[in-house]
C-alpha cells in the first residue's frame, strides 16, 4: 500500500500506511487513552502477523494518531455475511427456533471483522477515522476477499454509530451484556459482495 499524504478537514494533513512492529506501543497508547477494551502487546503481534495489511495506522507529522485493526474469520452465521438482519426480520409465529437456526446458517464464507478502531480525542473530526475506515474497506476486498465486513459497538456509542452508518454498515443484531460493565452491544455488518 502507497503511503501517500491526505489531507483532512481544513487541510490537516496525515498518512494511512500498514502498522509495523515498532508501532505498537503508540497504538497501545492511542487504545488506552480512547477505549475501555484493551489487549495485551503480543495480542497487537498476533494481528499484525496474521493480517497484517489490514492493520493500519494513521501518522501526523511523525506520530501515530490512530489506528484500525481488522482480523479475517470464516462464518456460517448469515448475519455476520449481511445476509440477514436480526432486527428487522422477525421469524414468523408458525417458525420455530429449529427453523429459525437452519434459516439463519448456511454454507461458510469468509468476512473481515473490526477488532478496535480509535483516533486520538485531539485529533477527531478531522476525517481520520474515515480514511482509516476507507483504508480497511479497500484491504479487505481487494487482498483478502472477504464477503463482507462486521463490528461490534456500543450501543451508546453514536460518533462511532455514526461514523460506520456513513460507510454502509447496518445494525443486524443486539447482544446483551456483551461489554464488562454490562452494556450492549450492535453488531453492525456491511456487504461487500452482490447476494447471490
Ligand atoms: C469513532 C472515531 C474513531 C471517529 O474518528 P474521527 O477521526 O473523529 O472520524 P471522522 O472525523 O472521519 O468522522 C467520520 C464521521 O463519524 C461521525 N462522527 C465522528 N465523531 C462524531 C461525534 N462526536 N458525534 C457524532 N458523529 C460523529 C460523523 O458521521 C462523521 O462524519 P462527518 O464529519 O461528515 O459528520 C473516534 O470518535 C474515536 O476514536 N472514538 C473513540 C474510540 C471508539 O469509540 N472507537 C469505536 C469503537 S467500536
Not at 448475519?79 to 432486527?87: A, C, D, K
Not at 454454507?107 to 474515515?130: F, M, N, T
Amino acid at each position: 500500500m502507497k503511503a501517500e499524504e491526505q489531507e483532512g478537514s481544513e487541510g490537516f494533513p496525515f498518512i494511512i500506511r500498514r502498522a509495523r512492529e515498532e508501532d505498537i506501543d503508540q497504538v497501545m497508547e492511542v487504545n488506552l487513552a480512547s477505549l475501555p477494551e484493551n489487549y495485551w502487546y503480543s495480542f497487537y503481534v498476533y494481528v499484525l502477523n496474521e493480517w497484517g495489511d489490514a492493520f493500519l495506522v494513521a501518522e501526523h507529522q511523525g506520530k501515530i494518531i490512530g489506528y484500525i485493526m481488522n482480523r479475517v474469520e470464516e462464518t456460517h452465521d448469515k448475519v455476520l455475511m449481511g445476509l440477514e438482519n436480526e432486527l428487522t426480520e422477525r421469524p414468523g409465529k408458525s417458525e420455530g427456533l429449529l427453523d429459525a437456526i437452519r434459516r439463519r446458517f448456511s454454507e461458510s464464507a469468509k468476512v473481515g471483522h473490526v477488532i478496535s478502531i480509535a483516533v486520538l480525542a485531539e485529533y477527531r473530526r478531522k476525517g481520520v477515522g474515515s480514511a482509516l475506515m476507507q483504508e480497511a474497506i479497500n484491504v479487505l476486498k481487494s487482498k483478502y476477499d472477504v464477503d463482507a465486513i462486521y463490528l461490534e459497538v456500543r450501543v451508546s456509542n453514536t460518533p462511532a454509530i455514526n461514523l460506520y452508518e456513513k460507510f454502509g454498515f447496518e445494525k443486524v443484531r443486539i447482544i446483551k451484556g456483551y461489554y464488562r460493565d454490562g452494556e450492549d452491544a450492535y453488531v453492525m455488518v456491511k456487504r461487500l459482495k452482490p447476494v447471490q
